[in-house]
């Protein structure tokens, strides 16, 4: 069983940079993949970006790509998504999931989101 928390979501001008982070817990240490989706109003979610356990394989949106960059610490339990020049497209709640397998659809364990708010 694994709980997941993101922080680190907040307000920014647009062309600024935000550090998201997900703290990971619980009694269940096996590998997983550990992936960033976002939901804006309206809208369906969609991954953001996903990172193998070991980090030897990572995915990125078209849309973030060379922007947001992942990452995890699998020492503290902890991922990463440097999310750089933002723009007002990228607004929406993000989640930080964790998942056994690899860009799956329907992954096994959610944190409760962050609000990211870009303004122009």
């Known amino acids: 069983q694994v709980q997941l928390v993101e922080s680190g979501g907040g307000l920014v001008q647009a062309g600024g940079s935000l550090r998201l982070s997900c703290a990971a817990s619980?009694?269940?240490?096996?590998?997983?993949?550990m992936g960033w989706f976002r939901q804006a109003p309206g809208k369906e979610r969609e991954i953001v970006a996903a990172?193998?356990?070991?980090?030897?394989?990572?995915y990125y949106a078209d849309s973030v790509k060379g922007r947001f960059t992942i990452s995890r610490d699998n020492a503290k339990k902890t991922g990463s998504l440097q999310m750089n020049s933002l723009k007002p497209e990228d607004t929406a709640v993000y989640y930080c999931?964790?998942?056994?397998?690899?860009?799956?659809?329907?992954?096994?364990?959610w944190g409760q989101g962050t609000q990211v708010t870009v303004s122009s």
């Open positions: 999931a964790a998942d056994h397998g690899w860009l799956r659809s329907v992954y096994d364990y």
């Open positions: 619980g009694r269940t240490f096996s590998p997983y993949t």
């Open positions: 990172i193998s356990w070991n980090g030897g394989s990572r």
